[in-house]
């Protein structure tokens, strides 16, 4: 099992589950406004169609999409509805227009909900059909932008349930500006290759549950952005991938990961417990640097201003890939504080890992097999 707490850990999540909407009668099919589940029929305005009805309506609302395939452009689910409680149930695949153009020029969305209180998302594939994108953004050409696949704004009170997401242009599932959050069983797949496919990124928002949740991808599978609060992660499997920065791990690049740019900012990271984790050959299974400035580019020379404080790893155990498994490589200007090691076991070729400390304070309690710096 793996944990983490970001920000308070006493106060319980204040988000119920809301009912999953079959609880009410007031079903909007979107084959009734025409929608086509061959996969070919571009279904957008139907689904827009199906929106607007939902969205007007005085009672809570169901939108349900039945098994198939419907092809879906860019499409912004745009609130404040009319009534306290929109379902959204896809029993189906969502699918992307096959010309990675249309959703990479469509302003980084291809699907968006806005505005939307009181708001569950269950089941269904969504496939975002990104791998000649991908191409694209290898070979170096002049590329599209690029589209999230599913975006939450200014969503409070939000179920996401069931997803399996494929093969996003960019990240998979983003959810900015939102409170009181879960999300569980979702599963997300890309490519160890797929460039900038993080899979669930959160940023500006409070009170987030993520549990239950697999997530493969080409880039960090779980990315946390500034101004997040009280982040809760359980159960997550992560690989591969690049970690969740910030957590878990299968042959990833790195593990528990905190970074940030080796430049003048305002801004902190505090009280993040990470909790019971099993790692597997990772990179860097517990690492924070604050000295990231990739190819030498905007902030050589400089020093991080974000603080890290009061950082705790409790029960960490497994086989790091390399001799080195711990890394905390603080700012010169912001030392970290308050790190705290307690009951760490990380081996490496079967001998305790070594460690290195660079402007850090912090402490070590328990058992320790770990050559530690602290
Ligand atoms: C997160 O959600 C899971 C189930 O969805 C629940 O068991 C757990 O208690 C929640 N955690 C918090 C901190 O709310
Ligand atoms: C969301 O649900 C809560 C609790 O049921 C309700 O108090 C609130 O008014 C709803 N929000 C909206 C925008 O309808
Ligand atoms: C969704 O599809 C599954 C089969 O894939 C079916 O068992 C289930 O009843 C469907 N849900 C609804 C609400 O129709
Ligand atoms: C540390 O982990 C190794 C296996 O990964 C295990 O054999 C060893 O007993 C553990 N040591 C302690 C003190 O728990």
């Given at each position: 099992m793996t944990v983490l707490l970001l920000g308070t850990t006493t106060t319980s999540h204040g988000a119920a589950a809301p009912p999953y909407g079959y609880g009410n009668n007031n079903i909007i099919n979107v084959i009734k406004f025409g929608a086509k589940a061959d996969g070919k029929t571009d279904?957008?305005?139907?689904?827009?169609?199906?929106?607007?009805?939902?969205?007007?309506?005085?009672?809570?609302?169901?939108?349900?999409?039945?098994?198939?395939?419907?092809?879906?452009?860019?499409?912004?689910?745009?609130?404040?509805?009319?009534?306290?409680?929109?379902?959204?149930?896809?029993?189906?695949?969502?699918v992307a227009p096959y010309d990675y153009n249309e959703l990479g020029n469509s302003g980084g969305f291809w699907i968006l909900f806005n505005h939307v209180d009181n708001l569950t998302v269950i089941g269904g594939n969504l496939d975002a059909q990104g791998s000649a994108f991908w191409d694209c953004r290898r070979s170096g050409k002049n590329c599209p932008l690029g589209a999230r696949s599913m975006t939450f704004n200014w969503v409070n009170n939000l179920v996401i349930s069931g997803i399996t997401s494929i093969n996003s242009q960019l990240s998979h599932i983003v959810i900015n500006t939102c409170n009181n959050v879960i999300v569980k069983n979702v599963r997300i797949i890309a490519p160890d290759q797929s460039p900038n496919t993080d899979g669930i990124h959160v940023e500006h928002?409070?009170?987030?549950?993520?549990?239950?949740?697999?997530?493969?991808?080409?880039?960090?599978?779980?990315?946390?952005?500034?101004?997040?609060?009280?982040?809760?992660?359980?159960?997550?499997?992560?690989?591969?991938?690049?970690?969740?920065?910030?957590?878990?791990?299968?042959?990833?690049?790195?593990?528990?990961?905190?970074?940030?740019?080796?430049?003048?900012s305002k801004g902190f990271v505090r009280n993040i417990l990470f909790q019971d984790i099993t790692i597997f050959n990772v990179q860097n299974?517990?690492?924070?640097?604050?000295?990231?400035?990739?190819?030498?580019?905007?902030?050589?020379?400089q020093t991080s201003g974000i603080e890290i404080s009061?950082?705790?790893?409790?029960?960490?155990?497994?086989?790091?890939?390399?001799?080195?498994?711990?890394?905390?490589?603080?700012?010169?200007?912001?030392?970290?504080?308050?790190?705290?090691?307690?009951?760490?076991?990380?081996?490496?070729?079967?001998?305790?890992?070594?460690?290195s400390c660079n402007n850090i304070r912090g402490t070590t309690s328990g058992t320790l097999v770990l050559q530690s710096c602290l």
């Open positions: 279904s957008t305005e139907q689904f827009k169609m199906a929106w607007k009805s939902a969205c007007t309506s005085i009672r809570p609302a169901t939108i349900y999409v039945p098994k198939g395939r419907y092809l879906l452009k860019y499409t912004n689910f745009r609130g404040p509805c009319k009534n306290n409680k929109v379902t959204f149930i896809i029993n189906g695949t969502l928002s409070k009170w987030v549950n993520i549990t239950g949740t697999t997530i493969q991808t080409g880039d960090d599978c779980i990315s946390i952005g500034d101004a997040t609060f009280n982040l809760f992660m359980d159960q997550i499997k992560c690989g591969p991938g690049h970690g969740i920065r910030n957590a878990i791990f299968y042959g990833s690049d790195n593990g528990m990961r905190i970074k940030s740019w080796a430049r003048a299974p517990i690492i924070i640097d604050q000295n990231y400035c990739p190819n030498n580019q905007g902030c050589p020379g009061e950082v705790t790893y409790k029960n960490i155990h497994g086989s790091s890939a390399t001799s080195e498994a711990v890394t905390f490589d603080c700012s010169a200007s912001n030392p970290c504080q308050g790190i705290k090691l307690h009951d760490i076991n990380l081996t490496y070729n079967n001998k305790a890992a070594t460690s």
